[in-house]
């Protein structure tokens, strides 16, 4: 019998990575409506989760209602809104210059987070898909003279219907080397901050979740770090070859989303 019919049987939550797992840029991965549509059948519920920060929540909501994937902001969860979280909770009086698109910058200004371009106390550098040398420059230079230094996620590349592009991790790997050795500190997935955002959504439903998406180090990491099981899709970033190099071991691989639905009873 096949041993990940069995895991999926205790898997009733499924928190599902979007970008490289769901669909790749504006295409939808075959079979992914097909899961969603089998979740529902056998009683089962989902939260989309990206760390793909350069969107919105309702950016998003209304790209995959395009997709006829309709949902609720209830639904979905980016690591922007993670990071939110954090800063309102912990430094909610504290300047930010922000590295982001306008649509995390909007949602960082409705969260109510003092937003400046000159000498702010925290750096924080998302998804940036305008990013220009002078955003650049002035983060290094804000960090290099002592900001404190945060990234809504650390996904190295964005996968695309075309291929990859740089994401996050790889801005980062710049500041980093520009700023004498200064390490960011992450939000998103795999962080501490992000299971804790997701069990006050699920009202703390640890037991029954499962974490799926295409990143071995982000995805999957989330939950076999934090005692959940983490399910690898073949259809983004990760091959069967990284898996083999990874200190991270998916839980179970599957080719896609459609081959899970057809595992679940």
Partial sequence: MDGRKELLKKCRYF???????????NEIIDGSLEFIEKLKKTGREFLFFTNN?????????????GMNCHITRDQIMTSGDVTIRYLKTYFPQKTIYL??????VQSFKEAGLRLISDMPDIVVIGFDT????????????YIRNGADFFATHCDINCP??????PDVGAFNAAITLSTGGRQPRY?????EETIEMILAHTNGRRHDLAFVGDRLYTDVATGVKNGVPGLLVL???ATMEDV??????????????????????
Avoid: N
């Fill in 160 to 165: 695309t219907e075309h291929g990859f592009i």
């Fill in 187 to 191: 939000f998103g997935k795999p962080c």
């Fill in 235 to 237: 259809t983004g970033e």
């Fill in 244 to 265: 083999a190099k990874s200190d991270v071991k998916p839980d179970a691989i599957f080719k896609d989303l459609k081959e899970i639905a057809s595992l679940l009873d």
């Fill in 130 to 141: 305008t990013l220009t040398y002078e955003k650049l420059e002035r983060a290094c230079t």
């Fill in 15 to 25: 928190i599902l990575d979007m970008d490289g797992t769901f669909y790749l840029g």
């Fill in 99 to 104: 590295v982001g698109t306008e649509p995390l």
């Fill in 53 to 65: 920060s350069s969107k919105s929540p309702e950016v998003y909501i209304k790209k995959l209602a």
